[in-house]
T-cell receptor, first 113, second 110 residues
Framework: NAGVTQTPKFQVLKTGQSMTLQCAQD?????MSWYRQDPGMGLRLIHY???????DQGEVPNGYNVSRSTTEDFPLRLLSAAPSQTSVYFC????????????FGQGTRLTVV | DQQVKQNSPSLSVQEGRISILNCDYT??????FLWYKKYPAEGPTFLIS?????DKNEDGRFTVFLNKSAKHLSLHIVPSQPGDSAVYFC?????????FGAGTRLTVKP
C-alpha cells in the first residue's frame, strides 16, 4: 500500500546543477501535482497534470519542468538549480479534480548551495 | 500575494477542550475549501473539506464552518486530543488552482 512515493528524501545540489525529483503513485489517480513548501509561505503549486500527456503551470512554475508520460509517474526537473529553489518539495495525487482529497508523498528536502 | 491567510502561527489548547483554527481568503472565485494536517517529516494528510454551497461540514470530532460573506472559514476540533498536535493548513481551490495558507501549529497539552 505505497500511495505516493517520492525520491530522493534529501538532496544537496550546487548552483547550476540539474536534477529530477521522482514521484510515483499506485492509486491510478488522474490528477498529480507538485508543491514547494517554504517557511511562512505554506505550500505553493508548481505544476500539475490532469492526465497522461497533459501538464500545466501552477503558481510558481519558473525554473521547473514536468512531463507525464504515464498515469503513475510525474517527475519534476530542475533545469539549473538556484539557491532560491532550496525548499521542501511535495508531490500529490488525487482521484478527481484538484479540489478532491489529495494524497501527498513524504517530501524531498532540497538544498542548493 | 497570499490569497489564503492563516493569521495565527500557533495555538495551544488543553486536552478535552475545543480547538478553533481560522483561515481567511481574498479570492471570491474559490469554490472549494480543504483542511490538511501535517506531522513533522511527513506529507500533509487530508482532514475535511467543504463546498462553497454549504456553510458547515462535520466529520467526527472535526467540523468546518464557511462564512462566504466574510471570506472566512474555521476548523473546530472537539474534544482536542494530544495526537491532534500538528500543523494545520487550510487550502482553497478554483478550477485547477489550489492555494494554501501558511499553516497553524496546534499543540494540545495533556
Amino acid at each position: 500500500n505505497a500511495g505516493v512515493t517520492q525520491t530522493p528524501k534529501f538532496q544537496v545540489l550546487k548552483t547550476g546543477q540539474s536534477m529530477t525529483l521522482q514521484c510515483a503513485q499506485d492509486m491510478n489517480h488522474e490528477y498529480m501535482s507538485w508543491y514547494r513548501q517554504d517557511p511562512g509561505m505554506g505550500l505553493r503549486l508548481i505544476h500539475y497534470s490532469v492526465g497522461a500527456g497533459i501538464t500545466d503551470q501552477g503558481e510558481v512554475p519558473n525554473g521547473y519542468n514536468v512531463s507525464r508520460s504515464t498515469t503513475e509517474d510525474f517527475p519534476l526537473r530542475l533545469l539549473s538549480a538556484a539557491p532560491s529553489q532550496t525548499s521542501v518539495y511535495f508531490c500529490a495525487s488525487s482521484g478527481g479534480r484538484v479540489n478532491t482529497e489529495a494524497f501527498f508523498g513524504q517530501g524531498t528536502r532540497l538544498t542548493v548551495v | 500575494d497570499q490569497q489564503v491567510k492563516q493569521n495565527s502561527p500557533s495555538l495551544s489548547v488543553q486536552e478535552g477542550r475545543i480547538s478553533i483554527l481560522n483561515c481567511d481568503y481574498t479570492n471570491s472565485m474559490f469554490d472549494y475549501f480543504l483542511w490538511y494536517k501535517k506531522y513533522p517529516a511527513e506529507g500533509p494528510t487530508f482532514l475535511i473539506s467543504i463546498s462553497s454551497i454549504k456553510d458547515k461540514n462535520e466529520d467526527g470530532r472535526f467540523t468546518v464552518f464557511l462564512n462566504k460573506s466574510a471570506k472566512h472559514l474555521s476548523l473546530h476540533i472537539v474534544p482536542s486530543q494530544p495526537g491532534d498536535s500538528a500543523v494545520y493548513f487550510c487550502a482553497a481551490s478554483a478550477g485547477n488552482d489550489m492555494r494554501f495558507g501558511a499553516g497553524t501549529r496546534l499543540t494540545v497539552k495533556p
